[in-house]
């Protein structure tokens, strides 16, 4: 060190500030770039809580954030043939099982439009004075909430681009067909959150748009698909959720259709770069990738520290705010692979390269993205710090 210092002192200054930014910036960058071998310790360590018998991540975490455990897996066989050969079990076994279980489950918004789900697993673990909820007459991956069907819509999708196999892409055609029906029900227009028909939110709405225009992009009615990704993003780009800072509220006013002011959570940020690319790709508009990069720079300004991705709910995210941050990783990936920016590439690598040496414990990943690790880890916190080294690895 004190050997540079001195050759410091010799070089010009204007090459000597840029050396000095370098070092400045280098003793920040964590130690260990994440490598793919990380990537399959991370994926044998999510395995470990992987549920055979019903085909689910239960009860290390719940059944939409098991479509997004699925989901993960999928993006890093895309990557990996190790983890590819790997998962082959997983997918249809996770299909098989997935569908015929009985998962109790209800969810609700809570104070700053925090979701949480209960699950009947976690009994008794329920709010003080509610009834077990009674066990769901099994519907496939179809259940009472619109944003759960789209996850796992998006699982089966990510599974058919990595296995060809048209099973689970008509499966994901299949959930698509019942959240469909919902569409423009509501006295806001757009969709509902959940058929209770109790709230109008982002992650709906957003989730729709994304299913229909990845199905746009692979399945054989490529008009239909594209016509309601068009439709949703008309009524969602006007629905007054998006603000003026270009970030994403939770969603709308009950009485009033207006935006709530819910808080701006990291994967309302994310899902909409993923249908945006996808309707890009089925359009050949480039608009739709102005506009994500305008939310997607908005989003990282908005909720990073130092570079790292944080939810307003740490270190309390629950079972279900666990699950964001990964989400707009991995949509990010999506965005980043279509139209890219050194500025996306180097997010991706410092969130992933942070999680590696700031966060883990082994091979677990934990909550806090900047650290320190904090026991225990679950597949949720897995699977959302695996989307952001899947993200790094892939772009
Ligand atoms: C798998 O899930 C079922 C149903 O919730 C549960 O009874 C069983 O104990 C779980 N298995 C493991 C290994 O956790
Ligand atoms: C919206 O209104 C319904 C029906 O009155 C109510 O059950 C629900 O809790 C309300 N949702 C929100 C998010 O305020
Ligand atoms: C494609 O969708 C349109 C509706 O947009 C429908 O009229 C048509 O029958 C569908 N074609 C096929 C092959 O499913
Ligand atoms: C998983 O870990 C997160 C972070 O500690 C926690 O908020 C969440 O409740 C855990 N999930 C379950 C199902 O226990």
């Known amino acids: 060190m004190l050997y540079l210092l001195d050759n410091l002192e010799m070089l010009s200054f204007s090459r000597r500030s840029a050396l000095v930014a370098l070092l400045a910036f280098s003793s920040m960058l964590p130690a260990t770039a994440v490598t ?16 055979e018998s019903v085909g689910l991540w239960i009860p290390s975490t719940g059944w939409w954030n098991s479509a997004n455990c699925l989901t993960v897996i999928a993006d890093l066989a895309a990557i990996d043939d190790k983890v590819k050969a790997q998962s082959q079990s997983v997918y249809s076994n ?6 015929q279980y009985n998962l109790q489950m209800q969810k609700v918004v809570g104070a700053n439009s925090m979701p949480w789900t209960y699950y009947g ?9 509610w009834p077990k909820p009674p066990p769901r ?30 099973q689970y892409l008509t499966t994901a055609e299949s959930i698509f067909e019942d959240m469909k029906a919902a569409y423009g029900t509501t006295p806001c227009g757009g969709m509902w959150w959940d058929k209770a028909n109790t709230y109008v939110n982002a992650i709906a709405n957003e989730l729709f748009l994304d299913v229909a225009a990845h199905l746009a992009n692979r399945a054989a009615n490529k008009s239909y698909y594209l016509e309601w990704a068009q439709t949703e993003w008309n009524w969602l ?15 709308l006013d009950n009485a009033t259709c207006k935006n709530n002011g819910g808080t701006v959570w990291s994967y309302n940020q994310g899902v909409i770069l993923g249908g945006l690319t996808e309707l890009s790709r089925a359009t ?24 790292i991705l944080h939810d307003s709910c740490e270190p309390d995210c629950g079972g279900d705010g666990s699950q964001f941050k990964g989400v707009f990783a991995r949509n990010l990936q999506i965005l980043q692979q279509y139209s890219p920016e050194t500025r996306y590439a180097t997010f991706l690598e410092n969130n992933a390269n942070s999680i590696w040496s700031n966060d883990r414990q082994g091979s677990e990943l934990s909550l806090v993205w900047s650290g320190p690790f904090e026991a225990p880890a679950n597949a949720s916190t897995q699977s959302s710090a695996m989307d952001a080294i899947v993200g790094a690895l892939a772009t």
């Open 284 to 307: 050949n508009d480039k608009s739709y990738i102005t506009t994500a990069k305008q939310i997607a720079d908005a989003a990282i300004s908005a909720l990073t520290i130092d570079g």
């Open 137 to 166: 007459v099994t519907n496939g991956f179809l259940n009472d909430y619109y944003d759960d069907e789209s996850w796992w819509a998006l699982a089966w999708v990510a599974v058919y681009d990595v296995t060809e196999n048209q």
């Open 237 to 251: 780009k006007n629905s007054g959720m998006i603000n003026a800072q270009n970030t994403i509220n939770d969603g």
């Open 36 to 51: 793919t071998s990380n990537a399959e310790d991370a994926y044998d360590a999510l395995q470990g809580w992987y549920n």
């Open 94 to 99: 996770t299909w098989s099982r997935a569908q």
């Open 121 to 129: 697993h976690h009994w008794p673990f329920f709010p003080k004075g």
